[in-house]
């Protein structure tokens, strides 16, 4: 830790001075680097090499061919002294690009995945992100993959039958998260969500969805939830609105122990006007709401329970900087460092 803040202190004071320039560093596990661009930074970094972005724009114009791990500041502004991360455009990843971390920042596309290519062991957590999705043929998968502490704006896009028809995440766990809807899930999990209006699950096989709460929706299936071309769907411990239908929809086995809400968030969330993530709001339950300790681990349903519980402002692993007054003192010849730093342990 030491170490990397050094290697992070370095770079905000070359930044002071540069001011133009918001610089990258690598930190490498023989040696360490700076870079100015993104598609820099990925190309001198080594496999298994550690990306720092600093607040600010940034874009990567490749395809991820190497194991890398991304990390920003957050993709929530106003908590850093250098607001927050933002990549514009879509992050692609080729097949060498297996085993990479996304952490800490708002990409305003999606994680895509090349033709043909198999992504293993990705890891996304603490972003924001439009969705997943494939590019070009739609012969993708991606297997043991983790979405933790994400807003998913859109769609995880896995499968769209029968356009995608080639496409599946398998043997994967998204939780405590923001989702809305999922294509082509298999031998997965979704736990501790937060689920959007007009969610539905598409082309799923053996899926289980548990100690999730589902925003109201007059469609069908259980909750609300629209289940189409899935099969061995399984709904443990979730809250739904109590207006929806609680028929079981397309493939799914079982609905246990639900819980249900009468009209709106207000009834479930301590400051929350509806279901979708705001930076403002408070997602944590009510003290009254039966939801609390009732997640099949015996935590709260949602995204404050189970082992990964929501960060609030979803502040990455790296060290934030809260304050900074460094300062040149062109008559001393001195550069004053001046910084506030809170560490982060999770």
């Not at 799923?204 to 929706?217: A, D, E, P, R, V």
């Not at 109590?242 to 086995?253: A, I, M, R």
Request: hydrophobic share 35%.
């Amino acid at each position: 830790m030491k170490l990397l803040f050094s290697l992070l202190s370095a770079v905000l004071c070359i930044s002071n001075i540069t001011a133009q320039q918001k610089l990258i560093a690598i930190k490498g596990a023989a040696t360490d680097a700076i870079a100015t661009t993104l598609n820099d930074a990925i190309a001198i970094a080594q496999p298994g090499d550690k990306i720092y972005l600093p607040g600010g724009n940034f874009e990567y114009t490749g395809s991820l061919e190497k194991p890398v791990h991304i990390i920003g500041i957050g993709f929530q502004n106003g908590l850093h002294v250098d607001g927050n991360t933002i990549i514009n455009g879509d992050f692609i990843l080729n097949s060498e690009g297996s085993n990479s971390i996304f952490e800490g920042f708002y990409l305003s596309g999606y994680f895509r995945c090349g033709t043909q290519v198999t992504a293993n062991n990705i890891v996304i957590k603490k972003c924001n992100f439009n969705g997943i999705a494939g590019s070009g043929n739609f012969d993708f998968s991606w297997t043991n993959c983790q979405i933790t502490n994400c807003v998913a704006r859109e769609n995880l896009r896995f499968n769209f039958s029968p356009y995608w028809a080639g496409g599946y995440l398998n043997n994967s766990v998204i939780s405590n998260s923001f989702i809305y809807t999922v294509f082509g899930l298999q031998n997965s999990i979704i736990k501790n969500c937060i689920v959007g209006s007009n969610f539905s699950i598409n082309s799923c096989i053996n899926l289980t969805l548990k100690n999730c709460i589902f925003s109201y929706y007059s469609g069908s299936g259980v909750g609300g939830t629209v289940t189409t071309s899935s099969a061995n769907l399984t709904f443990n411990n979730n809250v739904f609105y109590s207006g929806n239908s609680s028929t079981l929809g397309d493939g799914v086995l079982s609905n246990l122990s639900p819980l249900y809400y009468n009209s709106s968030a207000t009834e479930v969330f301590v400051n929350a006007a509806d279901f979708t993530f705001n930076p403002t709001f408070d997602f944590q339950l009510l003290p009254t709401f039966e939801g609390n300790n009732s997640g099949d681990d015996g935590t709260d349903i949602g995204i404050y329970g189970g082992q990964y519980p929501w960060k609030n402002g979803s502040l990455p692993i790296s060290p934030n900087i809260e304050q900074n007054s460094s300062f040149l003192d062109v008559q001393n010849e001195q550069f004053k460092l001046r910084v506030k730093v809170v560490p982060q342990t999770n």
